[in-house]
């Protein structure tokens, strides 16, 4: 009886490890996958972007012109200096399709970074809001957990958000870690107080006092992820910037 359960003991236990494994391999290939994929795009874009002619600004960027051809819902791009964060931005017709898709639409667990479906690239909105997940190695939105130390929110600032149309560089104002109870995802204001009393709400959640002045006549673009620390499911870090458009 003993070298029977012995036996069954060490097949369970085989099993679990086998299944584990599994698992861990799944995870290595999506991410080799994720970061082979977004390799050839930042190719891509910047080979496209260096050889492209000035366009007026009602024409799409030539940097976006190939990468149009792969995907359709391509609408920008946002690059963070000292991080990982140099991507493409897709959006879809629900908040629910890039969560488990790369940029070519093929299933991956590391998902795309996406605008959320209520934005309008063509006429960008007072909140512009974009999600990604936190990968494990450190890529997609994972990064932005470094705004979190303060002497790397002092030295990157800024970071660069561009559309099919426009160029901005965008000023961050805020940084905290919040609850899916609070609504920093709004993207209808009945007025202009309504839009404020977002701003002023923001301005208490976050870490960190900046000397970006946010007005109603001011743009901003939220960056949206998940912070497992303070809630394993309704847990979000956030970092959000005022959009200033280059000349």
């Given at each position: 009886m003993k070298r029977f359960l012995s036996v069954i003991l060490t097949v369970v236990c085989l099993g679990v490890f086998i299944y584990a494994a599994?698992?861990?391999?799944?995870?290595?290939l999506d991410y080799y996958e994720n970061r082979k994929v977004m390799g050839n795009i930042q190719e891509t874009f910047y080979e496209m972007e260096m050889n492209g002619v000035e366009e007026?600004?009602?024409?799409?960027?030539?940097?976006?012109?190939?990468?149009?051809?792969?995907?359709?819902?391509?609408?920008?791009?946002?690059?963070?200096?000292?991080?990982?964060?140099?991507?493409?931005?897709?959006?879809?017709?629900d908040n629910i399709e890039y969560l488990t898709r790369n940029f070519y639409k093929d299933e991956n667990r590391a998902g795309s970074i996406?605008?959320?479906?209520?934005?309008?690239?063509?006429?960008?909105?007072?909140?512009?809001?974009?999600?990604?997940?936190?990968?494990?190695d450190g890529s997609m939105f994972e990064q932005l957990s470094k705004y979190q130390d303060e002497d790397f929110f002092k030295n990157h600032?800024?970071?660069?958000?561009?559309?099919?149309?426009?160029?901005?560089?965008?000023?961050?104002?805020?940084?905290?870690?919040?609850?899916?109870?609070?609504?920093?995802?709004?993207?209808?204001?009945?007025?202009?107080?309504?839009?404020?009393?977002?701003?002023a709400k923001?301005?208490?959640e976050s870490i960190y006092d900046t000397d970006v002045e946010v007005k109603a006549s001011d743009q901003i673009i939220t960056l949206s992820t998940c912070d497992y620390v303070l809630d394993e499911n309704e847990g979000r870090l956030v970092v959000q910037?005022?959009?200033?458009?280059k000349g």
């Open positions: 599994q698992g861990l391999i799944a995870a290595a007026d600004t009602h024409s799409i960027r030539s940097g976006f012109d190939s990468l149009l051809k792969e995907n359709e819902d391509l609408v920008g791009w946002i690059t963070i200096d000292g991080t990982q964060i140099d991507y493409p931005i897709v959006q879809a017709d996406f605008m959320d479906y209520r934005n309008n690239i063509e006429s960008t909105g007072q909140n512009t809001i974009l999600y990604g997940h936190r990968m494990k600032p800024t970071f660069q958000f561009d559309t099919l149309y426009e160029s901005y560089e965008a000023e961050i104002f805020a940084v905290y870690a919040t609850t899916t109870d609070f609504n920093y995802i709004q993207t209808d204001f009945a007025n202009d107080d309504d839009y404020e009393q977002l701003l923001i301005e208490q910037a005022k959009l200033v458009k």
